[in-house]
């Protein structure tokens, strides 16, 4: 409550540049490059929206990441949404479908969006790679966890219900948030393209802290092993 109303972040063809826009206490807004972006789609089969990074360098010792869309039952509308972001960033808005605009006021259905989409994917209880044999047991073995879950999902909803009221209430007493002019303005003809955060730009104090946990951030070089449990997890990583 009583802070910005939503995280933002927009992308610059033109700059190739990608502008977070966070609450002050959570990173502020940021300059990041385009092309050292790291897109994440899934992760271990985990339900989650994309997540971007953005790996530390030496003035900038600190890794930046930011989700991006809805989370999904698969990886496949992730992946499409990324391959949308990634064209538009490379090619241009030509060839690409029209996405869909929602009002910036939070209407109820918003807010209840969050809170029993989560429990929509529990419920259906989707994972990928592994294909039913359609056998008689199978089935009754779903039907029986199905009805499971539907019963759960009945004993918490009201739970479910004062959270999504709740989260309504709060986004009526949070404010829109504004990018800076000259954020709107980069990529114009004439105005000035933003710099590059780097640590400087915060106060002297989380400077200085972020100098001193720089070799947190350094990414470890993975054995053989390591990759393999990666492989085998099914993580996926889009440069």
Not at 43 to 52: D, K, Q, T, V
Not at 111 to 125: H, K, N, Q, R, T
Not at 193 to 200: D, F, G, M, N
Request: net charge positive.
């Amino acid at each position: 409550m009583l802070t910005q109303r939503r995280l933002l972040i927009r992308f610059n063809r033109k700059t190739r540049q990608v502008y977070l826009h966070r609450p002050k206490y959570a990173g502020g807004i940021v300059t990041l490059p385009w092309d050292e972006a790291q897109g994440i789609y899934d992760l271990g089969g985990s339900r989650f929206p994309i997540l971007l990074l953005w790996p530390s360098r030496p003035n900038r010792p600190q890794m930046e990441g930011v989700h991006v869309g809805k989370a999904c039952a698969t990886s496949e509308p992730m992946r499409d949404e990324w391959e949308f972001i990634r064209r538009y960033m490379e090619e241009g808005p030509e060839g690409l479908p029209q996405p869909r605009i929602r009002s910036k006021w939070p209407l109820p259905w918003h807010a209840f969006e969050p809170v029993f989409g989560g429990m929509l994917g529990l419920l259906l209880g989707r994972r990928e790679g592994k294909p039913s044999s359609g056998s008689a047991l199978d089935t009754q073995q779903i039907g029986k966890r199905l009805l499971g879950r539907l019963l759960m999902l009945v004993i918490i909803s009201p739970a479910l219900l004062t959270l999504g009221l709740a989260n309504w209430l709060s986004q009526l007493l949070c404010w829109e948030p504004r990018w800076p002019k000259v954020i709107r303005e980069a990529g114009q003809p004439g105005k000035p393209i933003p710099k590059l955060t780097t640590a400087e730009d915060y106060d002297p104090e989380t400077c200085r802290r972020l100098y001193l946990n720089a070799d947190l951030w350094v990414p470890k070089d993975h054995d053989s092993d390591a990759s393999a449990e990666d492989e085998k997890s099914g993580s996926q990583w889009l440069p």
